[in-house]
Structures are given as C-alpha cells and as structure tokens.
C-alpha cells in the first residue's frame, strides 16, 4: 500500500505586526503573499511548525529561496501556527518571552516589522486532540498557543478544565471557546526553579467516560504527570498525551536528547 507523504511548506515570512498580549507572551503578525495564502490553504492552525531564527543582525531578502544554503540561519525551534488569516493576509506566531536564554525568544523580543522567519509547515487534516465529552488541558506559558487553539476549536457540547501556568497575574488571558470551559490560572515568576502545575492537576478530578487530557510543558512536570495518569491512574496512552516543549537546565540540544527518550 502506497504511504502518501504530507507535503512540507518552507516559505519566507516578512514580520508585519508585534503586539505584547500580556507582558511575557508575543504575538509575531507575519503578511502572507498570494502564493504564500495558497500554500497554507491546508495547513493546520494549531499545528507546528519549524522556525528558522537568523543571526542576530542579518539582512534577509524575503524573495531570496536560496537564503536556506547560506548559513544565515542559526538555530531551528518547534512552534505553534497560532491562526491564519486568508481574510487579512497574516499568519500569527506566539512567542513565550523569557529573554534571551533561547535563540527564538531573543529573536521575537528585538522583531521590529520587515524582519524576516523561515518557517517550515506540514499539510494536515488531524484534529489537535481526539473527540471526547470530556477533556483536562494542562500546561505552562510555551503551551499557551496550542491550548488557546484547542478551545477554539472545541465544539460547545463539551467540557473542560484547564490549568495553565504563566508566571504572573498580568499573563491571564482571555481564551475564547464555545465549550463549558473552567480554566485555573497558576502563577510562577521563576518556571526554571521548579512547578505545580504537576501537583494541581493530581490535586483535580479527572474526566470521566469518553475523555483525553492533553499535556505541554517543562520535561519534568510532563514526566510526573504522564507516569500518574499511566501508571497510578492506569489510563491508556490512546487517552492522553503529555509533550515536553522543554527543560529546566537544560540547553536545547540536552533537552531534545532527553524528550527523545523519553518517548522512547
């Protein structure tokens, strides 16, 4: 039986907009040509992507496709397609701040419009999470684009507790959803020195009957909650998914090494 391949996208996209949605959480406004538009007609908001992040300092011509051979490119990270808009033109990034410790977060912090991302999607129809009556959504700030993406897309007959970390008061956001939705808000200035988001998800009632919890967060927290859901609750991998997006004290390399095994 013949395997059909999902068709990659790597395109050049021109910063248009910045916007500071709360004071550790950017949204990068990027324009989108016409062939662009026809690219991303069947990719999936929500899904990742791959971001491309220049040297600091480098001038990039958006209409130059052999900029991928010059070396310009110094450091590749996973992201969220937080939305497209075919309507406007613009396809939206969201980006933790947390300074300069990573290449992506330096680079979103000093975007000034005309800067200039590769980015790399993948065609695809899979919904983020399967369907279910009942769902738990937990995660910190780096997964606050992706869980802002479920709600949306979450029909109204469901229904959902949510735990989000962020480190302040002044991080809550407004996230739409049709669904019956209560989100806990957990606030955490130092995310690096440790969590509870895995100790407030222990501490909640789980979903029950046709149910998914879905997980995104620091490699430890991920780790906790994946072993109490699989092996003190006894749920089946097919209910739940847990996603290190990264790890405390950890360099991104020493991070991705670790995730990969513990897939494995």
């Known amino acids: 039986m013949e395997i059909k391949q999902k068709k990659v996208i790597r395109s050049l996209f021109v910063v248009k907009e910045k916007i500071f949605l ?6 990068i406004v990027f324009g989108i040509s016409a062939r662009q538009a026809e ?17 600091a300092g480098a001038v990039i011509d958006p209409m130059d496709e052999q900029v991928w051979d010059t070396g310009v490119f110094t450091a590749k990270r996973t992201y969220t397609t937080r939305y497209i808009d075919f309507d406007s033109q613009t396809m939206w990034v969201d980006f933790a701040a947390h300074g300069d410790n990573g290449p992506a977060s330096a680079w979103a912090l000093r975007a000034v419009p005309g800067d200039v991302l590769g980015i790399g999607m993948k ?61 806990t808000w957990l606030h955490n200035p130092h995310p690096q020195n440790g969590s509870t988001l ?39 991998t097919s209910e739940f998914s847990a996603t290190a997006y990264w790890q405390s004290g950890a360099t991104e390399d020493q991070s991705s090494a670790s995730r990969q095994a513990e897939r494995s």
Not at 22 to 27: C, E, G, L, S, W
Not at 39 to 55: D, E
Request: aromatic share 8%.
């Open 39 to 55: 690219q991303l007609r069947k990719v999936s908001i929500g899904g990742n992507n791959k971001i491309f992040v220049p040297a």
């Open 22 to 27: 709360t004071p550790h959480y950017i949204r």
């Open 123 to 183: 065609e695809s129809s899979k919904p983020l999470v399967p369907a279910a009556v009942e769902y738990l959504l937990a995660g910190d700030i780096t997964a606050l684009p992706v869980i802002g993406a479920i709600l949306e897309q979450l029909p109204p007959y469901v229904k959902v507790n949510a735990v989000i970390e962020v480190p302040g008061q002044a991080d809550e956001m407004e996230l739409y959803t049709r669904a019956h939705c209560h989100i």
């Open 198 to 236: 895995a100790q407030t998800v222990k501490s909640m009632p789980l979903p029950q009957g046709n149910r998914y919890v879905f997980m995104a967060a620091e490699y430890n927290t991920v780790r906790q909650l994946r072993q109490y859901l699989k092996e003190e609750q006894g749920w089946n």
